[in-house]
């Protein structure tokens, strides 16, 4: 196979649509042909589309401006029981124990060691911690205990972790500076995360170039930092993108800073925020939730309306095009669906239904939108696949999709190249498939 084969065959779809780094092109690559061979066409991807790929992976990348993938969190109280992350998964069973599976070089699976799974393991080092959530980001994982303790694990170039310093950990580690906090949730975006307290009270970590912490400037925190602009505001939800964040009040209103190059903040220009700014466009909507992904945005209402806003070009804003929008504008296909749940994953959306229909929408390389095909959609599609199993939740992944039945039962779809659907082996699916626990 020629190098331009496999540059434009393994590698062009996923810089334009994954904005990977050199690590994770090297190992696609690398699959396919020879090392020397690899490291040249990586190096050749990362030096032809550098202004949409993030070029390493240390800390410097806290003080240059850098486009890095991004995720995969949605609002809510805790309630967390799978979690999609950079090609990892996590999942919590119904006893409280923490299985992870897929990519670990960051050691974001919090196993003690940086080696990769393609089966579900238990992270022992959750043991008997009596976790009720667990949150994935690029690199980074959360989990919460019933007791309000917080354990994190993985990469912290950026300080993302919160523990005050910018070292990896391997095994999951307890916030101390969080303990006894009551935390109501917490959410993270690619290199940083956010908190939310029972008292309403929001505090932010990690990368703040984009203003993502929305502490009124741009430096880096590598503790928990209190955003005091909201104390008054009685927030209830939060939701972190690649690197953008959104929180909601308790009576309806969204506010948003970071990023916003694509309109990801949907406040009708393209200029980054570095304080939580008013979506006014949204005041009366009655918004209850948020799902926050690479540089795009989805919020849902009370009464079930779907709004969308940002980058578009797979169609993950489910409007029917691919053309991206500033402002939020409502998701027709949606409409009158009884959308009770969103989630996101790099470019692939998800909604829920009462009734259990999921629907999906966006980038589609690896199957993960779990419609037995790899088409793109640019509206949201019923997934047929699940109409007779029951779900009750569901999670993305970068670039793959979980969903959870009433029963227990898992199901996993799309990319697997690093074990992340933890079936046992590396192979993409685009139909839902069980996943065994041990």
Known sequence: MSLFSIVSNALVKRIFMMKSDTSVLFQKISAKMPFNQARKAATLCVAVFFSVVFVGCGCDCCHEDCENEGNYSESGTIEHKLAGGGYYSLILSNEGKVYAAGYNRYSALGMGDNIGRISFEEVSYLRDKNIAAIVASLYSSFAISNESKVYTAGFNDCGQLGLGDYAKRNAFTEILDLRGKNIVDIVAGDRHSLVLFGNAKVYTAGLNLEGQLGLGDNETRIVFTEVTDLNDKNITAIAAGTQHSLVISNDGKVYVTGHNRHGGLGLGDNNERNVFT???????????????????????????????????????????????????????????????????????????????????????????????????????????????????????????????????????????????????????HNTFVEVTLP
């Open 278 to 428: 008013e979506v006014t466009s949204l005041r009366g909507a009655n918004i209850t939730a948020a799902a926050a992904g690479s540089d795009y945005t989805l919020v849902l209402s009370a009464n079930g309306t779907v709004y969308a806003t940002g980058y578009n070009d797979a169609g993950q804003l489910g409007l029917g095009d691919y053309a991206e929008r500033n402002v939020f504008t409502e998701v027709t296909s949606l409409r009158d669906k009884n959308i009770t749940a969103i989630a996101v994953g790099h470019y692939h959306s998800l909604a829920f239904s009462g009734n259990g229909t999921v629907y999906a929408a966006g980038y589609n390389m690896f199957g993960q939108l779990g419609l037995g095909d790899n088409d793109n959609r640019t509206e949201f599609t019923e997934v047929t696949d699940l109409n007779d199993k029951n779900i009750t939740t569901i999670a993305a992944g970068a670039t793959h999709t979980l969903a959870l039945s009433a029963n227990g039962t898992i199901y996993v779809v799309g990319e697997n190249q690093e074990g992340q659907l933890g079936l046992g082996f590396a192979a993409n």
